[in-house]
């Protein structure tokens, strides 16, 4: 079947802005995502059901409504609608932590502005793979080696655009490549192992989502992944919704010290203590403490 121009809107939460909630996590930045800051328009790269199809598809909001627009779809609507709803949480209960937030000193903003709903995208092992990318290095090494796996392994849908690599395509090409191509350093056998394990059905990431393990027993099991450590597995359940952890790493710590302590480096342990107080919702609640001045700039 020829693929079709497609088109359609969402209902959005009474306090969801498109801003907020993509500039809200540093993800925007990374292939297949392109954020047109001037006309505030998402774009990204989709996958159909059966993972064969790809397509770029434009999102943008007017009013309480994102709307949802494709040139060329080989994505089902109904696939399009459930990845959208994904990636901006429209589906997460996050009243409790509003409530919560609209009653500490300084973080009124939250609330009114609707932040936390951090951006994520359509598959977990797309999630799961980004992450590594952002372990012990800078921001442009993680945005060049995500660049360099949509470049190198994607499958192409259009205009230049490419798709996130599969786990077969990922799979695909060995160790000497991920050093080469796309310059993942020691990221590049716990690539191998990540995509081999997932194709094999050892690993099924996007059960993760659905999984009724508390959260200590669900990141025990993460970490049992090659490249997981404390920071990456908790940064991988935020973005399944699991906000327990602070999923510290050099830039938090930074971030905390100016903000919190003079400037001053401390043990994590009084970082922890500093936003133990917000229990389940702490992980949250430090991400969001830590970025209050990237909303400032927002109109």
Known sequence: MRPMPIEFTIDTPPNFDL?????????????????NAD?????????????RGVSSARIDQQGRQLVVWSERSAVGR???????????????E?????????????????????????????TVFEDMVKTLCTT???????????????????DPAGRGAKAFPTAEAMASVDETFYR??????????????????VVKGEIEPDS???????????????????????????N?????????????????????????????????KKIVKHYSKYKQWQGLMIWCDMTEDWFDKLS
């Not at 012990?136 to 080696?145: D, E, G, Y």
Request: glycine residues 8%; contains cysteine; hydrophobic residues 40%.
């Open 19 to 35: 801003e907020i909630a993509v500039r809200g996590h540093g993800w925007y930045d990374l292939a297949p995502f392109f954020w």
């Open 94 to 122: 996050l009243q409790d932590f509003y409530d919560l937030a609209a009653n500490v000193p300084g973080a009124r903003w939250v609330t009114d502005r609707g932040a936390g709903r951090l951006l994520r995208s359509a």
């Open 136 to 154: 012990n290095c800078s921001w442009a090494l993680t945005r060049k080696m995500v660049q360099n796996l949509v470049e190198k392994l994607g």
């Open 39 to 51: 006309d505030r328009i998402l774009t990204y790269v989709f996958r159909s059901d059966n993972g």
């Open 236 to 268: 991988l359940l935020k973005l399944l919704g699991r906000n327990d952890g602070l999923a510290l790493d050099s830039w938090l710590r930074a971030r905390f010290y100016l903000k919190h302590n003079k400037g001053k480096t401390c043990a994590d």
């Open 180 to 197: 080469n191509e796309i310059k993942a350093g020691y990221r590049s056998p716990f690539f191998v192992e990540l995509a081999e394990r």
């Open 208 to 234: 993760f989502l659905t999984s009724e393990l508390p959260t200590s027993e669900l990141k025990k099991n993460i970490k049992e992944i090659k490249g997981f450590g404390d920071y990456a597995a908790d």
């Open 78 to 92: 109904d696939k399009l609608k459930r990845d959208v709803r994904h990636i901006f949480r429209l589906d997460d």
